[in-house]
């Protein structure tokens, strides 16, 4: 659940992250993103810290993105009118990933729930959303959902803390971090710092997403930069970690013209929403779950060495293209090319042999499953 670069390099109204300033004196490479003037590697340079993410620890910053709690009676109740997930049944504590939904049962952004204790007999929900739709996600709920609170929390900005090594690194500062299993959230206080903790994250590692007060935000990314085990992480590896995590990009992967279930993503939805319904397009998305979809989003290896990025047609061995490609690149942990892209289901079975073209030739792929590269993510002492 990211967003979609802006290309523009001149763009004068590019928005600043709290962290800007520490991306530059880190040697960092700025690029727009999403209305931003973000870090897109340091350095180290993208391979190198990709591959330090996987071995130990990697701090991004994605304080572009949207983050605000939801408040109101029965505020879990009313968010399931805009979203397929279960929201109703999450625990103080806890997560989930769920999308906004139109009425064709089509995705207009992806976002991440946390429900925090009740507190005068109204509920409260943390809502993160991405950077580039966050705008328009605000807009929306607040025009559907008039009836509640939401407080859009621009002052706090967002780092997340990735790698194997992430639960010992926030340990050493916070010990109760350390076990905190997978999709779970709790406010925390050490030292002057006020912090949202998720334990979640977007590369398939194990690791956090720390919201911090702004005005805290650069001193508290310096302590975990303190550690030997943390490098700083740009949107380059951002990138390619989520790729091999086989984890959808929204304006790439998915967007408003699919679904979750063509998408990979009928796991978000559970039996009780997909009966009951009660969200927009759930019609459609009962139908394609009884029925199956034409298309599905599916891996993809590639042989030799050129990728196949987004855009690329794909076809079968006879020349017939049956889909694109809508993420693609180097893997580094595996070093080859990758990609993701929708096929027709009558070609999405693993094993099934296909062509990418690429400026006019064609590249031998394979459909496999996905994460590309398994998910490491911390369940629990």
């Keep these: ?5 802006i290309l523009s390099f001149a763009d004068p109204t590019l928005a600043h992250t709290p962290l800007n300033g520490l991306h530059r004196k880190l040697g960092a490479r700025m690029i727009p993103f999403a209305h931003y003037d973000m870090p897109v590697n340091y350095p180290t340079g993208i391979l190198a810290e990709h591959l330090h993410t996987r071995a130990k620890a990697g701090l991004f910053d994605v304080s572009h993105m949207g983050q605000a709690i939801l408040e109101g009676r029965n505020a879990a109740l009313r968010l399931e009118s805009l979203v397929p997930g279960d929201i109703q049944s999450l625990a103080p504590g806890r997560i989930r990933y769920t999308q906004f939904l139109n009425d064709k049962g089509n995705i ?43 407080t859009v929390l621009s002052d706090r900005a967002l780092v997340a803390l990735q790698g194997p090594k992430a639960g010992a690194v926030l340990g050493r500062h916070l010990p109760s971090a ?11 206080q050490t030292g002057d710092f006020d912090l949202f903790i998720s334990r979640c994250g977007y590369t398939g590692e194990d690791g956090f997403e720390i919201s911090v007060p702004s005005r805290q935000a650069a001193s508290f990314a ?30 790439h992967d998915i967007d ?31 139908l394609t779950l009884q029925n199956g979809c034409a298309r599905r989003l599916v891996g993809l290896l590639v042989e030799g060495k050129v990728p196949a990025r987004e855009g690329a047609p794909i076809t079968t ?23 993701m892209g929708y ?6 079975t693993p094993g099934t042999k296909l062509h990418l073209l690429v400026r006019g030739k064609a590249l031998a792929a394979e459909v496999t499953t996905m994460p590309f590269v398994p998910h490491r993510y911390y369940r629990g002492p």
């Excluded at 380059?236 to 091999?244: F, M, N, P, Q």
Aim: with cysteine; proline share 5%; glycine share 10%.
């Design 108 to 150: 207009l952004d992806d976002l991440m729930v946390a429900r925090l204790a009740d507190g005068d007999a109204r509920e409260r929900l943390f809502l993160v959303v991405n950077a580039d739709t966050k705008a328009r996600d605000f807009g929306h709920i607040g025009a559907r959902l008039p009836d509640l609170t939401l």
């Design 178 to 188: 350390a076990t905190m299993p997978f999709m779970s959230w709790r406010r925390e």
């Design 222 to 251: 310096e302590l975990l930069l303190a550690d030997a085990d943390v490098w700083p992480i740009g949107l380059g590896a951002r990138d390619s970690l989520r790729l091999e995590a086989g984890l959808c990009l929204y304006g």
């Design 256 to 286: 408003s013209t699919t679904n979750p279930i063509e998408a990979g993503l009928a796991w978000s939805i559970s039996k009780r929403r997909s009966f009951e319904g009660g969200f927009p397009g759930d019609r459609q998305i009962w």
């Design 343 to 348: 096929v027709e289901t009558s070609h999405a």
């Design 1 to 5: 659940m990211t967003d979609s670069p």
């Design 317 to 339: 061995l006879e020349e017939r293209v049956i889909g694109r490609v809508t993420s693609g690149g180097f893997a580094p942990s595996l070093a080859r090319p990758i990609s």
